[in-house]
């Protein structure tokens, strides 16, 4: 049994880490578009950008999941997700425009938190402007950025048993099914030890980025 | 020849103008302070000879060559700015170093970007030895926030002057540190001003003005109001706004 329950429930696991993996691959550079999307001077970019970044982030990532999939089919009549790993492409399009939208905002913090004053000490001592950002502010950005970051992207590693609901079966789905085949509960208790080792290993991670960026303020 | 010659400057914010006919002209080796009550364009004056402003009528000439004029709009390539703004060297209110660098880093990190050919050996030994007329050498590997603010500012006095510029730009650079410390900093720029060191200060100390310049301008509202010698200015003020100003600081 418990050989049955762990190969199941690694299979979910790799479903979750595909998720997971693919999600951040996609947003975090879409994220820095949106961000620069939602500063632009063209003010009409600006105000759609914000709004979809409003819309995105004021609804639950679990209705954007189901619009996203059924939507296509019922729309279109033509189910664009009807190929063999549609599923979870559509899964991946719903994580990587929330998460981007997300990251959007935590970027633009970063970049508007940089006093003008840094970039004019730049100006004045004859600097471009790629060597301002890559010398001077792209640092202090990241320093800023990456407490936020690391908060989005723990409840990243939760979210994604939010795919269940388009019939994914991720890792909690899959110690789920155990109750109803065989009765049993401790599956879910097991699924726990996944999340916490993710979540446990991030941290770790994050710390020591937070750490090395420690020696200025 | 002067050095620098501001004619005609003006500088105005949407409808608000903040500049006005500005005109002066200062001779190698001089300090200019300058004098005013808030909000009288001193400072939008010092972003506008470090090109950090564009001014919207006048010229800018550096030993008698314009290097800004605003009829021209031909010559405002980011290129050609850097290349210009590098006469003039700019020390902020606010220090504004880069808190991720040490105070030696500081210092030479746009040295190094300019002259990626130079050993890296001889820039960081001049910029010690510029930490050390700032009294600062035993400061090198320190970062900004280890720093007290009058240390900081005199870092950034050390980053300004690195790069040799014909004319070193003060704006109001003791007014966010506590008292205690302004001497240090008020120390360090007069000793500038001995060694011949051609200077723009924006100040509110007001016998340090007198003491260390050669000429001082007091300015109102975006005009230039009077200039001239110190004795000129603070003894013999010729007009009555200057009088009352004075007078509200107690000279
Ligand atoms: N970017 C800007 N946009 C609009 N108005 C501005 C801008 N910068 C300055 N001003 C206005 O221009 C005027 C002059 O400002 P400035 O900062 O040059 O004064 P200042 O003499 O340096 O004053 P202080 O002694 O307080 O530093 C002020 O009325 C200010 O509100
Ligand atoms: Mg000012």
Redesign the pocket.
């Known amino acids: 049994m418990f050989w049955t329950v762990t190969l199941s429930l690694f299979r979910g696991m790799g479903e979750a880490l595909e998720i997971f993996c693919l999600t951040l691959l996609f947003s975090l550079p879409l994220g820095l578009v949106i961000a620069f999307g939602s500063m632009s001077r063209f003010k009409p970019l600006a105000k759609l950008v914000n709004l979809i970044i409003w819309v995105i982030r004021g609804t639950p990532l679990m209705l954007q999941l189901l619009i996203i999939f059924y939507g296509p089919g019922l729309w279109m009549e033509n189910n664009i997700w009807a190929f063999s790993s549609g599923r979870m492409v559509a899964c991946i399009v719903a994580f990587v425009i929330n998460y981007a939208c997300y990251f959007s905002v935590i970027y633009r913090g970063g970049i508007e938190g940089v006093s003008r004053g840094q970039r004019e000490a730049g100006q004045v001592l004859g600097m471009t402007k790629s060597q301002i950002f890559f010398k001077v502010t792209l640092l202090q950005m990241v320093k800023r950025i990456v407490p936020p970051m690391s908060n989005e992207i723990i409840t990243l590693v939760k979210d994604t048993s939010l795919a269940r609901v388009i019939a994914i079966t991720e890792i909690i789905k899959a110690g789920e099914n155990f109750i109803k085949s065989d009765g049993i509960i401790w599956p879910l208790f097991y699924t726990a030890v996944y999340y916490l080792i993710m979540v446990g290993l991030l941290t770790i991670l994050f710390n020591a980025i937070e750490r090395k960026l420690s020696y200025f303020r | 020849m002067s050095i620098l010659e501001v004619c005609n400057l003006e500088k105005h914010?949407g409808d608000?103008e903040?500049l006005k006919n500005i005109s002066f002209s200062l001779e190698k080796g001089e300090a200019l302070s300058i004098i005013?009550s808030?909000?009288?364009?001193?400072?939008?004056l010092l972003r506008c000879l470090n090109f950090l402003e564009t001014p919207n009528g006048g010229r800018i000439l550096i030993n008698g060559n314009p290097i800004f004029d605003a009829a021209d709009h031909a010559s405002r390539s980011d290129e050609e700015i850097r290349k210009k703004r590098l006469h003039f060297g700019l020390v902020f209110q606010s220090f504004n170093l880069f808190p991720q660098y040490t105070a030696l880093d500081n210092v030479t990190l746009a040295v190094k970007l300019q002259n990626k050919g130079r050993p890296v050996s001889e820039i960081n030994a001049e910029g010690m030895a510029l930490l050390e007329r700032m009294g600062l050498a035993d400061r090198a590997g320190h970062y900004p926030h280890q720093l007290s603010g009058g240390q900081q500012q005199r870092v950034a006095i050390a980053r300004a002057l690195a790069l040799s510029p014909d004319i070193l730009c003060f704006d109001?650079p003791t007014s966010a540190l506590d008292p205690e410390l302004t001497g240090e900093v008020l120390k360090v720029i007069r000793a500038l001003a001995e060694q011949e060191t051609t200077m723009i200060i924006v100040t509110h100390e007001m016998s340090f003005a007198r003491d260390v310049s050669d000429k001082v301008i007091f300015m109102d509202e975006g005009v230039i109001v009077e200039q001239g010698t110190p004795e000129d200015v603070f003894v013999n003020p010729s007009s009555e706004r200057t009088r009352q100003f004075l007078s509200r600081y107690g000279e």
Request: proline residues 0%.
């Open positions: 914010f608000v903040v005013g808030s909000g009288s364009g001193k400072t939008t109001e």
